[in-house]
Nanobody, 122 residues
Framework: VQLQASGGGLVQAGGSLRLSCAAS????????MGWFRQAPGKEREFVAA????????FYADSVKGRFTISRDNAKNTVYLQMNNLKPEDTAVYYC????????????????WGQGTLVTVSS
């Protein structure tokens, strides 16, 4: 399984970006997907997750009400719409395919994309 994240860039505070994560390879199966981020000098942290059915979504408290995760199963693509961005959202964003366990833990994900950099200027 290969995960290709894209859509990062430089944006001013209050702006928006939409990240995409396209899966290829052995993509069969009903997998949940997640987004994590890692700021310089910090550990990778959970941002959002979505189940295969799209019936359930999960968010970190820091992004609730500003970020929206969605997916298009026909395209094997997951999205992260980020609105009202803040300088503290600056990080490399990673998409990942969930394996088992809590959606909030890195160890629950088996495959990771290469990351896309989001920089929010004040």
């Amino acid at each position: 399984v290969q995960l290709q994240a894209s859509g990062g860039g430089l944006v001013q505070a209050g702006g928006s970006l939409r990240l995409s994560c396209a899966a290829s390879g052995r993509t069969s199966g009903a997998y949940s997907m997640g987004w994590f981020r890692q700021a310089p000098g910090k550990e990778r942290e959970f941002v959002a997750a979505i189940t295969w059915s799209r019936l359930s979504t999960f968010y970190a408290d820091s992004v609730k009400g500003r970020f929206t995760i969605s997916r298009d199963n026909a395209k094997n693509t997951v999205y992260l719409q980020m609105n009202n961005l803040k300088p503290e959202d600056t990080a490399v964003y990673y998409c990942a395919r969930h394996d088992s366990g809590s959606y909030y833990f890195k160890s629950s994900y088996a495959y990771w994309g290469q990351g896309t950099l989001v920089t929010v200027s004040s």
